[in-house]
């Protein structure tokens, strides 16, 4: 297709082709996609997957990746002082009341190895969600018998893009019509942009919004199989999904023991999947009602404050017309008593109509160009920091029956995340800006106004609207 020629022509290395993970069968083992698509990088010739290729890789995937089942067999081989060298997503915690250091080691089950202040700093991504890579371990046996053993990382080489040239990027949109580019940003998600309408590439393109709008709150209802979780899971090392079962605050806030932070201050957005079947308790509840609306955080004595998002993902049953069956009654009726307080539901920006996407098949995945997973996350990331993109929004955002506040802020905040993923260089007409940036944003909140309606009648029925005649005079 056109856009794949333009994106080879203006972004060049950055550009793969997202079949390849599939094809090379990564599959098997639990790394996200962009770690695959960094891994085929370094072993595919001008952008095929040969046969020498595919064997390179697998001689890769078997020396750095172990299967699940292995990990004893790899700690033996540490405490028999061999060294070990392990892709996994390395992470480092500090303990500032002892002032230790501290690396996790998810494939190993260890939260309290060892490593060096000068692979800190020669990879301070570390220090925040963490990032995959390859680490050379060692086992450092006790001096005695009081003394316990410890896992040392002497090296590291991380499978991660370093700084990106945003304004390159940025000035490169110019050449992509629209169609193009939110078709390259769809394949670049992982996703067939042939084979979804309009309103479901929309869809597609609210689940990163987190990503590159700072505490931006949204839930995801859906039926199963619509791949609700997918992008969270393979898209961004900015994303961590928390599945079912009991959340504490000590995780998601802070580990009082640990004297460590919790999921809100090392991420960009916290995903909550299967929210059916989450337990929380009451102040996990208070606390992410507080956190929700001001972006501030406490336990005990330790208070904080984060621009993390929060995205929920829940299963919802369809009638025979793909309508939720609920959708009269609540869309949120069978779901966790915290997720029914309008209080809670009131602090969500939007939520995404699940429901319009077909289940995935195999004509779901991409067979087309996209950026690199860890190039357009790490642009995304970048792009939360810049202020110019919400003035705009400020100067152009028209809107009609929306007094309340909270609409307002989370309408702005929506409309911002949507203008930086399609109109980076902010070159746009108010037109484009109101079909592409404001509408749907002004749906996803109208949303949320239409539930808090069904809990509670004392919240007015509303058609939140924008003024036609500012947008008419371009």
């Not at 550009?15 to 790394?31: D, E, H, M, P």
């Not at 069956?325 to 609540?330: A, E, H, I, R, V």
Request: neutral net charge; hydrophobic residues 40%; charged residues 25%.
């Amino acid at each position: 297709m056109e856009f794949e020629k333009k994106a080879l022509d203006m972004y060049g290395e950055v550009i793969i082709n997202k079949s390849l993970v599939q094809k090379a069968g990564f599959s098997a083992r639990s790394i996200p996609t962009y770690v695959g698509e960094w891994i085929l990088f370094n072993f595919i010739e001008d952008g095929i997957l040969t046969n020498e290729s595919r064997v390179k890789v697998s001689n890769f995937i078997d020396r750095f990746l172990p299967q699940k089942g292995e990990k004893e067999e790899v700690k033996n081989r540490l405490i028999n002082m061999e060294p070990v060298k392990l892709l996994d997503d390395y992470s480092v915690s500090i303990n500032l009341q002892s002032g230790t250091r501290y690396l996790r080691i998810p494939f190993l089950d260890i939260n309290d190895a060892i490593v060096s202040q000068k692979i800190i700093e020669d990879n301070n991504l570390l220090l925040g969600s963490g990032v995959w890579g390859v680490g050379e371990l060692f086992y450092v046996p006790p001096e005695n018998e009081k003394d316990k053993g410890s896992v040392l990382m002497r090296n590291f080489k991380p499978f991660q893009i370093g700084a990106v040239d945003i304004d390159y990027f940025i000035e490169c949109r110019k050449h992509f019509g629209l169609d193009e580019w939110l078709d390259l940003i769809i394949s670049s998600m992982g996703f067939n942009p042939t084979i979804y309408s309009l309103e479901q590439k929309f869809v597609l393109i609210t689940r990163i919004v987190a990503f590159v709008e700072p505490r931006i709150n949204l839930i995801e209802l859906a039926p199963k199989g619509t791949g609700k979780s997918f992008v969270y899971d393979n898209f961004s090392r900015y994303a961590r999904v928390v599945r079912g079962g009991k959340i504490t605050p000590a995780v998601m806030f802070f580990h009082h023991v640990r004297n460590t932070p919790g999921l809100i201050s090392k991420y960009d957005t916290v995903v909550l999947d299967e929210i059916q079947s989450i337990q929380t308790d009451s102040e996990l509840s208070a606390g992410l009602k507080t956190y929700l609306e001001s972006g501030k955080f406490s336990r005990g004595d330790t208070e904080a404050t984060s621009e993390a998002g929060f995205v929920m993902l829940g299963n919802i049953p369809l009638d025979k017309n793909r309508n939720p069956l609920n959708l009269d009654k609540g869309l949120l009726k069978d779901f966790p008593n915290f997720l029914q307080e309008t209080a809670f539901l009131d602090r969500l920006h939007g939520i995404i109509p699940g429901w319009y996407m077909p289940r995935v098949t195999s004509e779901t995945p991409s067979q087309m160009m996209g950026f690199k997973g860890d190039f357009l996350s790490e642009v995304l990331h970048v792009l939360r920091g810049r202020s110019d993109f919400s003035d705009y929004v400020a100067g152009n955002m028209k809107l009609k029956n929306c007094k309340d506040l909270r609409d307002t802020k989370a309408i702005q905040r929506l409309a911002t995340g949507f203008l930086k993923i399609l109109f980076p260089d902010i070159s746009l007409t108010k037109k484009e800006f109101l079909e592409y940036c404001l509408k749907p944003a002004i749906e996803l909140r109208q949303r949320v106004r239409d539930e808090l309606h069904k809990m509670d009648p004392e919240y007015k029925k509303i058609k939140i609207g924008y003024e036609e005649d500012y947008y008419n005079n371009d």
